[in-house]
């Protein structure tokens, strides 16, 4: 069974920047399209960024420009930088293997003065 594991979330000002990171154990990684969810208090789950398999990738509207989706094969990874953060980016964020439909335990990101 695989597991996804979120990492680099946190508290940070508007403006700012994370890195957040999903490492997959137990799986053919690569041959996978993985993806970045959010899901804000009271809101449903939304997609952020897939990155598919040849490298190709997917933004939802209110993160292109601010946010890059990057994967490392070699070592099962996929990240989601964030930068010019703004409060409405304020969420758990989730990662997903789209093949697979398996879930991370969610990372907590709070952007706030």
Known sequence: QERLVESGGG??????????????????FSIYAMGWYRQAPGKQRELVAVIYNGGSTKYADSVKG?????RDNAKKTVYLQMNSLKPEDTAVYFCHNEGR?????????????
């Open 11 to 28: 508290l940070v000002q508007p403006g700012g920047s994370l890195r957040l990171s999903c490492a997959a154990s137990g799986s053919i």
């Open 66 to 70: 601010r946010f890059t989706i990057s």
């Open 101 to 113: 439909n398996n879930w991370g335990q969610g990372t907590q990101v709070t952007v706030s003065s």
